[in-house]
Structure formats: C-alpha cells, structure tokens
C-alpha cells in the first residue's frame, strides 16, 4: 500500500534558487514544493517529483504515476481530486483510492 502527498520546503533565497519561487509575496525565502510516494507502512519513500512553488501539487504527482507498482494500492488525499486520470495510461493496470471527507466527521467515503 502506497501514499502519495506533497509538501513545501523552505530555502534559501539564493540567486540559483530564485526560479523555484515565492509561496507568498511578502517572504524573504524561496520555496520548493515536493509530492513524494512512499510506503504507508514504512514511510519508506520510493519516488519525488519536486520543483517550482508555481506549479500545484497534482502536476508533480501526475510525473510520479508510473512509478507505483502494478496491482498496487495508492492513497490519495483529497487536494488530488482534480488529478486527471484518464491522461496517466499507466495507471489503468494500477488500483486507485482517494480518500475525501464525506462530511465533517470522522468517516470517509471511498471513490
């Protein structure tokens, strides 16, 4: 069973990492944004696809579609509704899962 969720590091606003952006106007630091696969039962993580604070997260987790196995379980949270499936062949043979919030509470509906 696999996860995929991103993340954002701060980094120093050097000249050479400028091009990854700003995640607010007002901050005095780049910022790098990073979706990772990993392992939900190790958070072994077994690919990253990262870059520019610009793009979203669902444009570096279409990058890391081939890489979970096949017949695998991979878990999505919710921001990755919009992840265009139809676009990513690779992953017909693989079995997907997100998990949204069916309200409030604590339960989750399975889609």
């Known amino acids: 069973m696999l996860s995929v969720d991103g993340t954002q590091f701060k980094t ?3 000249p050479s990492n400028r ?6 106007s007002t901050t005095n630091f780049t910022s790098v944004l990073a ?8 958070h072994l993580i077994s ?10 997260e669902i444009h570096y987790a279409q990058q890391l579609v081939g890489s979970a196995p096949e017949h695998s379980l991979t878990l999505f949270d919710r921001g990755f509704f919009r992840l265009n499936y139809s676009r990513a062949g690779k992953m017909l043979a693989k079995i997907i899962i997100g998990l949204r919030p069916f309200n409030n509470n604590a339960y989750f509906a399975i889609s």
Do not use: E
């Not at 979706?35 to 190790?42: A, G």
């Not at 690919?47 to 979203?56: E, K, L």
């Open 12 to 14: 120093q606003d050097t």
């Open 19 to 24: 091009h990854f952006g700003y995640a607010q």
């Open 35 to 42: 979706v990772t696969l990993m392992s939900t039962r190790t």
């Open 47 to 56: 690919d990253a696809a990262y870059g520019p604070i610009t793009q979203s």
